[in-house]
């Protein structure tokens, strides 16, 4: 499928607030940059200093 424009931190975080796991974008760890394909990946959340974990995010493209 295709994506248009791009998935970033704050997307990210407004999700997974919505899904009731509250996240500022500033937590969301994306080294690689922004996600631009359709797939699965794994996305870090520095949550505290001592306190850092990841999430798969799954991204569906368009049809067509």
Partial sequence: GRLYGSISAREIAD??????????????DQ?????????????GLI?????ITEVKVVVIGEEG
């Fill in 15 to 28: 999700k997974l607030t919505e899904m009731g796991y509250p996240v500022e974008k500033v937590e969301v």
């Fill in 47 to 51: 949550l505290h200093a001592d306190v």
């Fill in 31 to 43: 080294p690689e940059g922004p996600i631009r394909e359709a797939g699965e990946y794994t996305v």
